[in-house]
């Protein structure tokens, strides 16, 4: 079982990075606020390459136009399978779910995990016994044959135990928000939906904390680098690499958003 032994010890190059992330955020506060057009533009535009990037990184070939022609305009796209259509409109509600969480200021529990698992799942798995249950087989991470995630016997006091590692975490969000991910898909609780649900309760907690959406790029590369750094974690008992991949994605991020902002958008 992953117990991140390591995540307690950071030292002078982490509280540097997470300070200039800090100021990062701040200059992006000081730009607003937003005109409605282009906070209606900024929010379509993050909606967009979140359901777009996290179906993708699972399989999904359709594209990110093709995505914004079913979320906002409920088009079908021909030589597509509807299973695939139907990722993608799961996802998008799974999105404003968790969007509506961070606005109601909801707290983070088993049931409301449960709600998200069985929003990115209902459409797409046929046994509706599974929607938002914990599983009860067990699996392996990256189609291995050993190394199982938590057994399905230990999984709800697994996550009693990450509910209250949530609530009481005192580091900084961007760290938090990226073991809570890592915790959640160690843990891998459920039979589906498993990788969708980890990165909205990551985006869940950034936005709490007035970060912008982020998203794992599901091109090769990025999608080989995010998938090295969970396995380097969960075999090695080491979230550095995995705490610096979400980091680097948060500081890109803010930077693109300030250069979009002081640039009008172009």
Known sequence: MLTHGKEHLRGWYDVKRFKRIDELLETLNN??????????????KMRIEHVW??????????????????VLDGLTVENHPLR???EVKATDLAYAQM?????????????????????????????????????????YPFGGNKDA???????????????LWINQAKSHPVERAALLHLKFVSIHPFVDGNGRCAR????????QHGYPVINIQPDEASRLAYIRALKTAQSENDDSAFVELITNYVEETLKQRIEWITKGGD
Request: proline content about 3%; charged content about 25%; aromatic content about 10%.
């Open 99 to 139: 969007l509506d969480l961070v606005k109601r200021n909801a707290e983070l529990t088993e049931d409301v995990i449960k709600e998200l698992n069985k929003t990115v799942t209902t459409f797409t798995e046929l046994n509706f016994d599974r929607w938002g249950h914990y599983r009860k087989v067990l699996v």
């Open 53 to 70: 990037s996290s179906t993708a990184l699972e399989g999904n070939t359709i594209n990110e136009e093709e995505t914004a022609w079913i």
């Open 31 to 44: 730009l607003r606020p937003l005109t409605a057009d282009e906070l209606s533009y900024i929010n379509t």
């Open 149 to 163: 995630y938590t057994p399905w016997q230990e999984i709800p006091q697994e996550m009693k135990k990450l509910i």
């Open 200 to 207: 909205l309760l990551m985006n869940l907690i950034l936005v």
């Open 84 to 86: 695939e259509h139907f």
